[in-house]
């Protein structure tokens, strides 16, 4: 499974930007995917994640604001990040399970349930 991420780079506050997960080895329909982050000096956490029946979960900070979702026909995970604030910056990483799983904050929360990882792909909010 090889997962390489997208569409990252610098943005001023109150931008977006929309990050691609492109999977090789690997269908993202079937599967629990998810994006996390790890902003400098802190623990990697959950963003948002999606289960095979689509059904989502994000992160608090970013709810309302955030959206993931699945390209089924690109074979790709997408984030959808509006109203962009200092506190996202971050390296962003995407993630593939092997499990069946709905979008839950468990699956949020657990990042163990994630076998394969990108690369990270920095972001970078500024004022």
């Known amino acids: 499974v090889q997962l390489v991420e997208s569409g990252g780079g610098s943005v001023q506050t109150g931008g977006s930007l929309r990050l691609s997960c492109a999977a090789s080895?690997?269908?993202?329909?079937?599967?629990?995917m998810g994006w996390f982050r790890r902003a400098p000096g802190e623990e990697r956490e959950g963003v948002a994640v999606?289960?095979?029946?689509?059904?989502?979960e994000c992160a608090v900070s970013v709810k309302g604001r955030f959206t993931i979702s699945k390209d089924n026909a690109k074979n790709t995970l997408d984030l959808q990040m509006n109203s962009l604030k200092a506190e996202a910056t971050a390296n962003y990483y995407c993630?593939?399970?092997?499990?069946?799983?709905?979008?839950?904050?468990?699956?949020?929360?657990?990042?163990?349930?994630?076998?394969?990882w990108g690369q990270g792909i920095q972001v970078t909010v500024s004022s």
């Open positions: 993630a593939a399970s092997s499990r069946e799983y709905y979008g839950s904050r468990w699956a949020l929360e657990t990042q163990r349930l994630y076998d394969s």
């Open positions: 999606i289960g095979n029946d689509g059904s989502t």
């Open positions: 080895g690997y269908m993202v329909g079937p599967y629990l």
